[in-house]
């Protein structure tokens, strides 16, 4: 059971699609803009209840944090979600 949050970006979306054959793989999402080729589940990582449930419904063997806030000037204007989402 390996939980990919960023499923949506880069790394998150190419990773989830290699590892879901021969794994169960469950991606988190910030917004449900494409459709993703694993389970996914729309969720802000940053409310620890959201977190708390998914952790108990899903029971991860493995994380991969691939959620980011990545575009330098967004980190800037907004350090502390910065912090929060990307570490």
Do not use: W, Y
């Not at 390996?2 to 790394?11: K, V």
């Not at 694993?38 to 998914?54: C, H, I, K, M, S």
């Amino acid at each position: 059971r390996i939980l990919i949050t960023g499923a949506s970006g880069f790394i998150g979306s190419h990773l989830g699609q290699a590892l879901a054959t021969g794994h169960e793989v469950l991606g988190t999402v910030f917004r449900s803009r494409t459709p993703l080729p694993f389970p996914f589940r729309v969720a802000d990582l940053t409310d620890e209840r959201v977190v708390a449930d998914l952790m108990r419904d899903f029971q991860p063997q493995v994380i991969v944090h691939a959620a980011a806030l990545s575009r330098v000037l967004a980190c800037e204007q907004a350090p502390d979600a910065a912090r929060k989402i990307n570490v």
